[in-house]
T-cell receptor
């Protein structure tokens, strides 16, 4: 597509439930990134996919967080047993190898109540 | 490890005022430097970038110069508009696969 698409745009869930956040990157972009933006905070790196290589999971805050990328395109970030501190905007970005910077989606605002 | 430090906000200016948002970095080697802008309710957008020392990135009246000697990439605009109200993020990257962001600076421009 023309841009990075994320869904849903807003998600309200009860504490303890699992949620799945979806990211559809720009066609042809080999790299895909997930970041978390908490209220008043900067961007926290979560996970990075590059082509068929093993993902860099070094930013995932706990084992409740996982992500996969199917067919080198769409990615799903899953948060199990959500906690209130998981409330944040989850941003996805994609990039090519040419060093032009990242293209971000509009994010998914997750609220855990 | 690599890191970015940018001036804390919020910054409030009157329309047509001069803007400077300071950004300094710590990195090995020669990273590329970026400014991203996040308008209310939207994702981040690349505003400008510079890939080597003394390069000047510019876009929409904003400018930033890659200063290796001071490890800085300050964002400037000569005359801000209300529509420039947003959060601005400084970032660095080696090889485009490890972007590190500053904490963001919220700018509010009042008419």
């Amino acid at each position: 597509g023309a841009g990075v698409s994320q869904s849903p745009s807003n998600k309200v869930t009860e504490k303890g439930k699992d949620v799945e956040l979806r990211c559809d990157p720009i066609s042809g972009h080999t790299a895909l990134y997930w970041y978390r933006q908490s209220l008043g905070q900067g961007l926290e790196f979560l996970i990075y996919f590059q082509g068929n290589s093993a993902p860099d999971k070094s930013g995932l805050p706990s084992d409740r967080f996982s992500a996969e990328r199917t067919g080198g395109s769409v990615s799903t970030l899953t948060i199990q047993r959500t906690q209130q501190e998981d409330s944040a905007v989850y941003l996805c970005a994609s990039s090519s190898r040419t060093g032009q910077g990242y293209t971000f989606g509009s994010g998914t605002r997750l609220t855990v109540v | 490890g690599d890191s970015v430090t940018q001036m804390e906000g919020p910054v409030t200016l009157s329309e047509e005022a001069f803007l400077t948002i300071n950004c300094t970095y710590t990195a090995t080697g020669y990273p590329s430097l970026f400014w991203y802008v996040q308008y209310p309710g939207e994702g981040l957008q690349l505003l400008l970038k510079a890939t080597k020392a003394d390069d000047k990135g510019s876009n929409k009246g904003f400018e930033a110069t890659y200063r290796k000697e001071t490890t800085s990439f300050h964002l400037e605009k000569g005359s801000v508009q209300v529509s420039d109200s947003a959060v601005y993020f400084c970032a660095l990257s080696h090889n485009n696969n490890d972007m590190r962001f500053g904490a963001g600076t919220r700018l509010t421009v009042k008419p």
